[in-house]
């Protein structure tokens, strides 16, 4: 199995991270710190209730650049200015229910958006991209089947076809421009499972609702508790990405190879809503009878849906690492120290130790 230190791999190198005030994006933005890389980040202001960010002094940490990637010349002056070595793109509406209420802004964002970056990186001849869409990209039928990286992109909400609308963009660029004439650029796609970890506070996600229905003591609702999931800790898929990028700053992935990859649990993590909200109660003492079931929001969505990986493990040697226990002990952790008023950068960083040295 690859190693999960990435020892010297982005010790010095320029790296963009668009997203980088997000919950995933922060994370990563802190790893790569870690990892002695010098961080340029792309992102919106940080929300109110985005804690993360803040609290991990990000702002003093990396190069923050607050903008909206749907503005072309404000993005294409940063990009063309600090020519990066290689580029993250996480930035992206991420909430399925806000698609409903914000349907243009979802599709503007993850598409045109996607489609802005993709533009100015082949106008700006730059090298290395690891470009993160969503397990939800898959059209799901409903059938319980795992996706595989090849199977149908499409969506019956907003917040899913914006989604595989940017990996058709990013594939008509490889297909239109990349293929043939810009063989320096090496670039990859990458979708991960349902994430949890500390630090997620958007509104209408499964466990920042919890640990705000905790800290409020009221009841929480659930929107669907039959629904299922590929449940993962933040970390796993920040190694893939990691990982990806690693493999195309060494040129170890073939032009030829098909550039996405699922990064996801195993099939034993796919569990239902309720059975998850219960193993979070039971790792914190809190009653079942905590929760009531009740929809909030009349929006579509798919009862199943789990990932394929084993083309990150057949070619990118990569592994999920922690149990479903073990990521549900670290978010619980990570929250936990949040409500005491903790150390957040430390509990942080010593998660990230954990993971690597497993």
Not at 13 to 28: I, Q
Not at 239 to 249: E, T, V
Not at 287 to 296: E, L, S, T, V
Request: proline content about 3%.
């Amino acid at each position: 199995m690859y190693k999960k230190n990435f020892k010297d791999t982005y010790k010095n190198l320029k790296v963009l991270v668009t997203g980088s005030t997000g919950f995933k994006g922060s994370w990563l933005c802190f790893w790569l710190k870690k990892l002695g890389a010098n961080v340029v980040g792309v992102g919106l202001k940080p929300e109110k209730t985005n804690i993360l960010f803040n609290s991990l002094r990000l702002e003093k940490k990396i190069d923050q650049n607050i903008l909206d990637i749907r503005n072309y010349k404000t993005l294409n002056n940063i990009i063309k200015k600090e020519k990066p070595d290689i580029t993250f793109h996480l930035a992206a509406q991420s909430i399925v229910s806000e698609s409903y209420k914000e349907p243009l802004s979802t599709i503007e964002i993850n598409t045109l958006g996607s489609t802005n970056l993709l533009e100015i990186i082949k106008n700006n001849n730059l090298k290395n991209l690891v470009f993160i869409t969503s397990d939800k990209c898959y059209l799901n039928q409903d059938l319980n089947k795992a996706f595989k990286e090849e199977d149908i992109l499409g969506g019956h909400d907003i917040y899913s076809s914006s989604k595989a609308s940017a990996e058709l963009i990013f594939h008509s660029y490889h297909k239109s421009f990349f293929k043939n004439n810009f063989k320096h650029l090496k670039k990859v796609t990458a979708r991960a499972g349902n994430v949890i970890g500390g630090g997620d506070f958007k509104e209408n996600r499964i466990i920042p609702d919890l640990f705000r229905s905790i800290k409020n003591k009221k009841k929480l609702l659930i929107r669907n508790p039959n629904s299922t999931r590929p449940w993962q800790h933040v970390l796993e898929p920040l190694s893939g990405y990691l990982l990806l990028g690693k493999k195309i700053l060494e040129k170890k992935i073939s032009n030829k190879t098909f550039p996405s990859w699922n990064f996801g649990p195993e099939k034993k993590n796919c569990k239902k809503v309720i059975e998850i909200i219960k193993m979070f109660y039971d790792y914190l003492n809190v009653p079942d009878n905590y929760f009531i079931k009740k929809k909030i929001l009349r929006i579509e969505e798919s009862k199943l849906l789990s990932l394929n990986i084993n083309k990150a493990k057949n070619e990118l040697n990569w592994l999920p690492t922690l149990s479903l226990n073990e990521s549900i002990n670290l978010t619980s952790d990570w929250y936990l120290s949040y409500l005491s008023e903790g150390q957040l950068e430390r509990v942080t960083e010593d998660q990230i130790e954990f993971f690597s040295s497993k």
